[in-house]
Nanobody, 123 residues
Framework: VQLQASGGGLVQTGGSLRLSCIIS????????VGWFRQAPGKEREFVSA????????VYSDSVKGRFTISRDTAKNTVYLQMNGLKLEDTAIYFC?????????????????WGQGTLVTVSS
């Protein structure tokens, strides 16, 4: 399984960005794609996840109501639309695959990881 994350950049507080994660090398549909982030000096934390086959979603409390995860099955891509960005959203964002339809929020549940894309929010 390979994942390619993109879409990061520099944005002012209150702005928006859309991250993309292209998934390849999976031949079945019962899996979950998650987004995690790691801020400088902090541990990696769960952001959001989506069940690939049915589209059910989960969000962390810190992004609920501001971020939206979605998928385009034709493009094998998962998106993370980030609105109302805050300084504390600054981090490297990673997408990852969990080989189960049951959504998990723990980092260790995810088997394959992309390379990360940097999001910097400035005041």
């Amino acid at each position: 399984v390979q994942l390619q994350a993109s879409g990061g950049g520099l944005v002012q507080t209150g702005g928006s960005l859309r991250l993309s994660c292209i998934i390849s090398g999976i031949t079945f549909s019962r899996y979950t794609v998650g987004w995690f982030r790691q801020a400088p000096g902090k541990e990696r934390e769960f952001v959001s996840a989506i069940n690939w086959s049915v589209g059910s979603t989960v969000y962390s409390d810190s992004v609920k109501g501001r971020f939206t995860i979605s998928r385009d099955t034709a493009k094998n891509t998962v998106y993370l639309q980030m609105n109302g960005l805050k300084l504390e959203d600054t981090a490297i964002y990673f997408c990852a695959v969990h080989l189960s339809a049951v959504i998990r929020t723990t980092e260790t549940s995810y088997n394959s990881w992309g390379q990360g894309t940097l999001v910097t929010v400035s005041s």
